[in-house]
């Protein structure tokens, strides 16, 4: 068996693969088991030619130029049938393509500058008292609701709910990266909940059930299925899109309720390049902590990264008192890859009723759910980001020349300490107002609530 070729392959480029691929690599020669050894051969060139992998490839840009790494690997894989490469991503040098075995090892054989070669595995969804239990209503009532601070819910799309429509559009664009549609929809339900964890206004509700960024502008980008999955390639291309369309739809903030499980001999992924590339643009970045609890190590990617703002979520038992408050059992702990500190906060994520897409997967599937006819609840990290995300719209109304490390600071120094370890609650528990009059002394909030 070691004198196959993809063994040797695995063997000599150990490092410029990740782990999944190297699996799905040596599994090629799985069905040998039950093959004769005189098949071997023939089967090996067979699978190798007809075997497809989905794949992001990472080039080195130290001395070649991403368009000429590009160039020289599309010719390189045009010859062979069965791959292409498909969207380019500029942020993070690298490309998104669907090779068969023996392109990838054309490609490793030539010099086509490749750093390191990703399997495009899937990424899935992470699954009324939240916003005054972080204290976000005494904002709201001074005037700071998220006015002017548009929020990207990068997730399964957006149903044009009322609470977003109401009594102004406020879906300020969408981009579809599953079935390419051009108006909003969700068939999923799980991002318009989101949308409305983080910015839904109450109106089906006089108010009742709302997030605690109201007035925030919000941006739909599918890129999760009906089934709440999707892979490597269309969350990185999700991202790139925002980062690419930060000034034309003024994205100041991502939201991330999606992950897939970290490779600890990886902390640095495609999923966390594209997120800290999304950072570095300028844009406040939240992602899921994951829901993979009470272990420790269990936190998903790309809330590994050091530099996002990685929630975990709390349980508020539906009261606003914070004295019988818990960190949900589902809640992924740190420490993450590489021993980075997170969670970095927690926030509500136990039971948040929020906006209910009709006649999606989750609304058809779990009817108990549905609160009165417009509403929803849901659990998870999944909710808990988006609340931070609405909080963190409100730094930014307040203090719109904040950059996202200093958005991110300023919610870790609110953050009330529960007095557990860090791997389990970060900095605290997430405290909008707080958050908010941090810097009152300066005079900043009072001119911000003002405008």
């Not at 699954?127 to 399964?156: C, F, R």
């Not at 906006?355 to 989750?362: D, E, I, N, T």
Request: glycine share 8%; aromatic share 6%.
């Amino acid at each position: 068996m070691l004198g196959f070729s993809m063994i040797q392959l695995t063997r000599n480029y150990s490092e410029r693969f990740d782990k999944d691929l190297r699996q799905k690599l040596i599994h090629l020669y799985k069905p040998f088991r039950r093959t004769p050894c005189f098949l071997h051969r023939p089967l090996e060139n067979f699978l190798k030619r007809t075997k497809k992998f989905p794949v992001i490839i990472e080039f080195d840009q130290k001395d070649v130029p991403l368009s000429s790494s590009l160039k020289k690997a599309r010719q390189l894989v045009r010859k062979k049938a069965r791959s292409k490469l498909k969207y380019e991503y500029s942020s993070t040098s690298s490309c998104s393509a669907i090779l068969t075995a023996s392109s990838i090892e054309k490609l490793m054989h030539n010099d086509c500058h490749i750093k390191k070669i990703y399997y495009d595995r899937e990424v899935k969804a992470l699954l009324d008292v939240a916003s005054p239990s972080i204290h976000a209503e005494q904002l709201n009532e001074q005037g700071l609701t998220g006015k002017d601070v548009n929020i990207a819910i990068v997730d399964t799309g957006v149903h044009p709910h009322p609470d977003l429509k109401q009594p102004t559009n406020r879906i300020i664009a969408f981009k579809d990266f599953i079935n390419n549609k051009m108006e909003p929809y969700d068939d999923n339900g799980h991002g318009t909940h989101c949308a409305g964890d983080a910015a839904g206004n109450g109106f089906s509700s006089n108010g009742k059930y709302r997030g605690p960024a109201p007035e925030s502008g919000v941006i739909g980008v599918k890129v999760l299925n009906q089934m709440g999955s999707g892979s490597l390639s269309t969350i990185v291309s999700g991202i790139q899109w925002c980062i690419n369309h930060k000034e034309e739809h003024q994205i100041n903030v991502i939201s991330l309720s999606l992950g897939a499980a970290a490779d600890e001999s990886d902390c640095n992924d495609p999923l966390v390049q594209i997120v800290e590339k999304a950072w570095e643009s300028g844009i406040v970045v939240c992602v899921a902590a994951g829901n993979s609890g009470p272990d420790q190590r269990t936190i998903a990617t790309p809330g590994i990264s050091s530099k996002v703002v990685t929630v975990g979520a709390i349980d508020d038992q539906n009261t606003v008192d914070r004295a019988d408050e818990e960190v949900a059992s589902f809640s992924s702990r740190g420490p993450a890859c590489g021993g980075v500190s997170k969670p970095d906060l927690l926030a509500p994520g136990a039971n948040i009723i929020s906006l209910r897409a009709p006649g999606s997967f989750l609304d058809k599937i779990t009817k108990s759910n549905r609160v009165e006819d417009n509403y929803f609840s849901l659990s998870g990290t999944s909710m808990a980001t988006p609340i931070c995300s609405g909080v963190a719209a409100l730094v930014l109304q307040a203090y719109p020349e904040f950059s996202p490390d200093e958005v991110k600071q300023q919610l870790l120094q609110a953050a009330v300490d529960r007095g557990l370890p860090s791997y389990v609650q970060g900095a605290g528990y997430l405290d909008a107002e707080k958050a908010v009059t941090l810097n009152d002394n300066s005079g900043k909030s009072e001119k911000s609530t003002q405008r």
